[in-house]
């Protein structure tokens, strides 16, 4: 069963968008996952189909209606839909790794991408929306943080990436940042590959990169290692 992605957003002309080329763009005309995007106009109200109103309580902005966004919702995913339903948010849990391999191990994703001020909250109650973040900074939309998710769990799919091996050695994979990497010309502007790497010593070659790993996660990244 290939991986199923629908995502409700304002601008559906964003999707398949940068997913459409390279890696993921092979994947998804090879049939590996699908994508289809919800416009939530349609679901507007009214004669000028509208999604978004003056938030309960004042301030400034708009928030996306309730009743729009699970009609919406409830078109392209059922009460039975098996798959994991999502809000892009701020407020989410901050995606890793981990739940990205959580995700790409699953049917799919409904994923639903907030605006303006964000959603009416019922809809995430009503919906049984889990609030994923994509770091701790604010967009002004959620499409750009869905194509960020979908990015990072098709590369895990089955038949995406062309070296099965290249995924287990990445940053976070082992808990570490991944160890440089150096190619051809072997001499750049007088800076030379470590000739360790050229020694033909696959031994010295795998405890090299697993030191500079270690260091290069000390020194940037401490919390990894706790
Ligand atoms: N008023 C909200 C921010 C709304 S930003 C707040 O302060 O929490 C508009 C939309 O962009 C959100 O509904 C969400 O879908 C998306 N968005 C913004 N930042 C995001 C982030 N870091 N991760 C995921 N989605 C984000």
């Given at each position: 069963m290939s991986f199923r992605a629908s995502v409700v957003t304002l601008f559906p002309?964003?999707?398949?968008?940068?997913?459409?080329?390279?890696?993921?763009?092979r994947a998804l005309e090879a049939g590996i996952w699908s994508l289809d995007a919800v416009a939530l106009r349609q679901f507007g109200v009214g004669r000028?189909?509208?999604?978004?109103?003056?938030?309960?309580?004042?301030?400034?902005?708009?928030?996306?209606r309730a009743d729009v966004l699970a009609a919406a919702i409830d078109s392209v995913s059922p009460?039975?839909?098996a798959r994991p339903r999502l809000l892009m948010s701020p407020r989410g849990r901050v995606l890793d790794q981990k739940f990205v391999r959580e995700l790409a191990a699953g049917p799919g994703?409904?994923?639903?991408?907030?605006?303006?001020?964000?959603?009416?909250?019922?809809?995430?109650e009503a919906r049984d929306l889990v609030e994923v973040s994509i770091g701790d900074f604010v967009l002004s939309g959620g499409e750009p943080a869905a194509l960020v998710l979908l990015d990072a769990i098709v590369r895990l799919l089955p038949g995406v990436m062309g070296n099965a091996e290249s995924g287990e050695y990445e940053s976070f994979e082992s808990g570490l940042l991944e160890h440089p990497h150096y190619t051809r010309p072997q001499s750049f502007e007088g800076?030379?590959?470590?000739?360790?790497?050229?020694?033909?010593?696959?031994?010295?070659?795998?405890?090299?990169?697993?030191?500079?790993a270690e260091a290069l996660t000390r020194a940037r990244r401490p919390d990894l290692l706790d």
């Open positions: 002309e964003m999707f398949p968008g940068p997913l459409g080329l390279s890696l993921a763009g000028h189909r509208m999604v978004d109103d003056t938030p309960a309580g004042g301030g400034a902005g708009m928030v996306l009460a039975w839909d994703a409904l994923i639903v991408c907030g605006r303006f001020e964000g959603v009416d909250e019922r809809a995430i800076r030379e590959i470590p000739a360790v790497l050229t020694s033909g010593d696959h031994g010295k070659v795998e405890r090299w990169r697993r030191e500079q």
